[in-house]
């Protein structure tokens, strides 16, 4: 039965997503970087690019609301 198999796996991938303990800002940050998509490739690439150079030992979201700022000049 389809249902069956999607039960189990919704099941699952719930219990693998309590497992990564993420909050809701990291989703609708997530959310928010995947549907840039191609618009302004360029520029956040450079963003995640001196992010990541900065400090790799606390990884902590972009500020989104920056981000949008600099996109809107």
Do not use: G
Request: some cysteine; aromatic content about 12%; hydrophobic content about 35%.
């Amino acid at each position: 039965n389809n249902y069956l198999v999607f039960q189990r796996h919704y099941r699952y991938l719930t219990v693998r997503h309590n497992k990564l303990d993420v909050t809701v800002n990291n989703i609708h940050h997530d959310i928010f970087l995947i549907n840039l998509k191609e618009h302004q490739k360029f520029f956040v690439k450079t963003c995640l690019d001196n992010f990541y150079i900065t400090d790799q030992n606390s990884i902590e979201n972009i500020d989104i609301d920056n981000l949008i700022k600099q996109l809107m000049n």
